[in-house]
């Protein structure tokens, strides 16, 4: 879900501050709820937590914010081991492969759905996860957890379109935007069949959670029609795309509208009239934690007020903590943020067409992903085939001409691979 923050920019900056004397960062004084002080973490120190989380999903001590994996670290003596992913299904691949080896991951609402009926999560001891008395009551007893077993939400939000008001005409309401051949090459949708169906079936009338598929023909029908005009299927490469001008549509969250609002305010953002996706990611415990406690005391401190607003500041996803919500600091932020901050995350007018995923049945996930490795073959006019056939020959060309030399002079070369 969900920012790109390039890591020469990180580097750049701590280059920087080291050649201006200004590396040394004056401590923060963070006040912490009870509920997170109120424990003898002495028992836990030295162990560590493993956590998986979506790229850039937590403050992370840049431009001077809060470090919270840091932080952590610094009060309970536990050491934090943090890997991303940047999909719902990324993330269920690595977990279904075997090769994921962590205590805490924070999926989406459907994705836990799933995780929780496939085995994959442990209940969790709700006792060393005071701070939940912080979370909203609307974001409690969902439909993916009805009896609050398994997750404690972290972030919500909604996905609407992104869109360059230089390069759009008027002011948008509808994900037909998607579907305009007048953009033709300028438009990006999700790389996760979910998301990318979702919004097909939001165009089509149809809903997001159906099995029929004669209605899941339709939308893949329209994702066919759509990508005659696409420019790419994107995840993180939306953030460059979108700042730079390089496309002027793209769907995403809600949140990560004002990060590319940050670096160009020719965008603008809408929630689309035909309804939208409503979603809640949340923090989890994985079945067969090595360090389940620690787990659950990481999730805590996430839900400490202070480290909550620090994450919401940080990610600009809503947040569910109530203290967060009314606090005014926060609101000020807000304000600063883009004038429509505050109605975009936490507006109170709700479209009765919105919709939240659930977990699909295993058929209907099936030939979701069947239609969905069909689309990626399907053949496509893609816009300014002229220049890249151009290029294409071009490359071909040179890569015809390093071949021929390579082989003459029989050198060899290292190969590594990921």
């Not at 759905?113 to 969790?124: A, C």
């Not at 990318?196 to 029609?225: C, H, P, R, W």
């Not at 992903?369 to 069909?374: I, L, M, R």
């Amino acid at each position: 879900m969900k920012r790109f923050i390039p890591f020469v920019l990180s580097l750049l900056f701590l280059a920087t501050s080291a050649l201006c004397g200004c590396g040394e960062v004056e401590e923060m004084e963070i006040e912490y709820a009870e509920g997170t002080l109120n424990f003898d973490y002495s028992e836990l120190s030295g162990t560590e937590v493993k956590v998986y989380n979506w790229g850039n999903y937590i403050s992370d001590g840049a431009d001077g914010t809060i470090d919270v994996n840091e932080e952590f670290e610094k009060l309970t003596g536990i050491k934090v081991i943090y890997d991303n992913y940047d999909s719902n299904e990324s993330l269920y691949a690595k977990l279904a492969s075997g090769g994921a080896d962590y205590d805490v991951v924070i999926p989406s609402d459907y994705m836990i759905g799933r995780l929780i009926s496939e085995g994959y999560l442990e209940e969790i001891n709700f006792s060393n996860i005071p701070n939940y008395e912080f979370i909203d009551q609307a974001y409690k007893n969902t439909q993916y957890d009805p009896e609050n077993r398994y997750s404690v939400p972290y972030n919500v939000g909604k996905v609407g379109i992104i869109y360059n008001t230089y390069m759009v005409e008027g002011t948008p309401t509808s994900w037909s935007l998607m579907w305009d051949e007048n953009y033709k090459g300028k438009i990006l949708n999700f790389n996760n069949s979910r998301d990318a169906f979702a919004i097909a079936q939001f165009y089509n009338g149809i809903d997001i959670n159906t099995t029929d598929k004669a209605e899941l023909d339709k939308a893949f029908d329209s994702l066919v029609e759509q990508k005659q005009i696409l420019q790419s299927y994107v995840m993180d490469e939306v953030f460059n795309k979108m700042e730079s001008g390089e496309a002027a549509i793209a769907p995403y969250y809600a949140g990560d509208f004002f990060t590319m609002y940050g670096n160009n305010e020719d965008l603008a953002f809408y929630y689309p009239e035909e309804g939208t996706n409503v979603f809640i990611d949340a923090a989890c415990v994985l079945k067969g934690a090595k360090n389940k406690k620690a787990a659950e005391l990481y999730i805590n401190f996430l839900m400490d007020p202070a480290i909550a607003q620090a994450n919401a500041e940080y990610i600009y996803y809503a947040s569910p903590n109530t203290e967060v919500i009314k606090n005014e600091d926060y609101l000020a932020f807000l304000e600063e943020l883009h004038p429509d901050a505050y109605d975009i995350l936490y507006g109170d007018v709700d479209n009765p067409k919105d919709d939240s995923f659930i977990d699909l049945p295993a058929e209907t996930k099936s030939y979701m992903t069947e239609k969905w490795t069909q689309l990626g073959a399907t053949s496509t006019e893609e816009s300014g085939n002229d220049i890249v056939y151009g290029i294409c020959i071009v490359l071909l060309a040179l890569i015809m001409f390093w071949f021929a030399f390579s082989t003459v002079r029989k050198k060899t070369r290292e190969r590594m691979y990921d």
